[in-house]
């Protein structure tokens, strides 16, 4: 085995030593002695946030106050942070809203697309969907009268086609969150519009990890959370994208005063603005709105192709360590090896999983697992390196080698 | 007229020589030049929060990561400053929780109050109600089919007396936005209970500026934004109060992973957590959260008895100021003279409203407007004194003198 160690060091060290991307890491604040690969559940602060977010409270709230709102743009943030994520998501401005959390922005979507297909019956979802979407689709659906029905993606094409006349709205995510499975967004959304349908995207294990193309695939509504790649700091705001050509007939369900077309008019009835700012619902909280923002300036010049190839690297990398070292000892990969169907993480099953997670996070390795024997090793090219996962890797196997873990310990689940 | 104002401007120096909460003055950082009247917009900067702040991002997001959800605290605090919140409230621990927007908790409550009572069809609320509340009330009233009846706090007794056996839930404020008028929780509440109603109070312009009773009034729901009177920062998040009476029979309409009773189990279906916990909706906005528990700090060890007389005081006085010498040049208060029926503020109606605000702020006296004809002069006990007030009202008294002041003057509204 040590023949397979030292082949897999010199290789992350050649792969690193090639890599055009490494610079970017310096845009991030990371601990000295912490290898950080739990970016897909929280990302890691971007070097430029304390300092934006400094002038934010002491200049921007302690000086200017209430006039913030308008003098230093408080008030167009949550329609300018939506832009600036929009961009990383293939959309073209003015269809993008920041703002909630992906619960709320969930729902949102949820009710606004069924609205537009006031005559069909199901609402169709991934049976491995993320718990929240999952919930509020059996709660909107129970709501609006609506059947839910469990379809893995696989298999969503054919019951597209076979049945699809009664859907009114496909939920999906395209990269699952335990197996780290990418699905065919395109072509879900194909066979959604084929069928009449539409579609909704939960891109929180997507944006910002993939080049996505929502106006081109013509995406009807996406929702996701800005604290997974986007490194928007702990319980970011959430986006809403709704597709331009569906704004003017938009049935929201959560009319707040900040979605009004004439917010300060204080008219008796609710007249929604026009565009994606009908979609605003209360007052956002700014502190956390500013940290986004300025977080997802670590993304300036940088081509999600290329953030793209370097995650497939990272992963791939992974993944051959996992068959190299891990394997024998008893880990198994739940994740595609075809790298076009791969998201950006891996998931090695084992029945240790969470006592494993524990003792890497004793040698400094930060991963996540996900009830009840997954362990999940995510990666941001935006900031890891190949020799990350070799040590994680490294460490997984000195671990089990020395026995150097308790495996009936058990701590609480980390959030998503 | 210089009789008035040297009488005046003794009597505020003699009134602040007796304040005993002076010294809370320095729990905020004000910046020099600024008269702040307009806390019950946005409060200023506790001088807790930048440090506090800079802990959260640096160490806890920064050098701990992930495992902050555990190790600092960031899972529990939704409920944790939800406590926080209830002591301000006269609610008891474990019925409050922080989170999302004063809107989106206002539909949860609006939702949870009306499928409690079931076998009712009517919604009732206050034509000047604010805004976000009043479309939120129409959009469930409409969803749930229920009828919308606007009835003014004044006729509500009546109204609920005589038909309130069809009245499911009651959804007013205990202060008018407008014009601080302040309606008696008790006896509202008390009505809607004799006609099986339930009472929603949407605190926005109390909490943190009287003294609160929602467990001895039996109120059954409850709202508020962070960022008035609690001094959270723009946008801080909101909370909701439910009477534990009513926590085992809660139909909520957004259930979010966090509010599952395990959360981490990613089970299919959802199961409510027990308690205020099953009100959490998504991932909470950490960092804006945090700030706001610092932020309540500020009340350490006040006695909130004490807080309302000074607030009374500063009213009273600005009303005199208001009556000796502004009445004369056009200002009429829309603020009743009686206290036990006044909020926090004063409203004066001048035509040149909007023009007046925006003298006065280059001034450095900061109040705001109301459209069309509302001046509003916000007190906060916890930094005003009577001087603030003289200043507010000498200021206003020399504009309109010096005609200094451009009539036809406009800029948006600043956010309420």
Redesign the interface.
Known sequence: MMTALTALSREATRLDAGDALAPLRERF?L?DG?T?L?GN??G??PAV??QV??DA??R????D??????TNG??EAPLRVGDAIGRLLGAAPGQTVAG?????QS?TALNAAAALRPDRTLLVTD?GH???D???A??VGT?RGLELRYVPPAALVPFLDAEGDRVAVVSYSPVDFRTGELHDMGALTDAAHRAGALALWDLCHAAGALPLRLDDLHVDFAVG?G?KFLNG??????YLYVARRHHKSLEL??????G?AD????????TPAPGIAQAR?????????L?LEAALTAFDGVDLTELRAKSVSLTEFFLRCATELLAPLGFASVTPSDHSRRGSHVALRHPNARALTQAL?SRGV?V?M??PDLLRVGVNALYNTHEHLFEAAHHLYSIIRDADYDPVSS??????
């Open positions: 604040l601990p912490v950080y739990d559940s929280l890691p602060l946030v304390p977010l400094g409270v002491s921007q709230w302690g000086t106050l209430v006039r913030s709102w308008n408080w008030w909630d959390s992906t619960s709320v729902f049976p993320f718990p929240s999952r919930y509020l059996q709660a709501n959370c604290y700091g702990p319980g970011a705001p959430a369900p959560l009319p707040g005063w900040t009004h917010p300060f008019g204080l008219s008796r009835d609710y619902i209360g007052t956002p909280p700014i502190l956390s709105l940290a996070a930060i996540d996900r009830a701590q609480p689940g980390l959030v998503t």
